[in-house]
């Protein structure tokens, strides 16, 4: 097990229930889709107890049941990709968690709505981290940190 995901599994046992930190997961490793019943949202990542903690987020805020997909990497045999599938009440939730102009690409920072208060910006970040972030083990060198954003402006509002 990497360093990175060691790091990541320990948050989420800390983790509590906001949705700013659900909100930096959907922002950064969400993707929207249109079906004949309307809008689709995915949610990617390679850890399966991430997976579980999304699905379980938004059970607790929207009263969601989300679908649990996974299939394997074609270039790589043992890593899996984990995706939670919302059929219903996407543009409910976009709005509610601020993205709905970010999936369009009208605005692509963080709202100031969702890091109003410290402990909201570091849910933020964590989500963030928990999507789209790696460090490195200081035993074995530098001291990094790193969360890959495709938006500079969403890089430069993160709360660090």
Do not use: C
């Not at 249109?34 to 987020?57: D, F, P, V, W």
């Not at 997909?69 to 543009?91: C, F, M, S, T």
């Not at 460090?135 to 500079?152: C, H, M, N």
């Amino acid at each position: 097990m990497s360093f990175t995901v060691q790091v990541k599994e320990e948050l989420l046992l800390q983790s509590s229930q906001n949705k700013s930190e659900l909100s930096a997961i959907i922002k950064l490793s969400g993707s929207l889709g249109l079906a004949s019943s309307g809008s689709t949202l995915s949610i990617s990542t390679e850890n399966a107890k991430i997976a579980r903690h999304i699905y379980e987020l938004l059970l607790h805020f929207y009263q969601i049941k989300a679908e649990i997909r996974h299939h394997q990497k074609p270039n790589l045999k043992k890593n899996r990709v984990y995706a939670v599938l919302i059929e219903d009440g996407v543009n409910e939730i976009l709005n509610d968690l601020h993205l709905a102009d970010s999936f369009f690409g009208l605005e692509t920072g963080i709202s100031p709505l969702v890091l109003e208060n410290d402990s909201w910006s570091q849910a933020y970040l964590r989500g963030a981290f928990l999507a789209a972030g790696s460090v490195k083990d200081p035993e074995k060198g530098k001291y990094q940190l790193e969360i890959a954003s495709v938006y500079s402006d969403h890089a430069n509002d993160l709360p660090i």
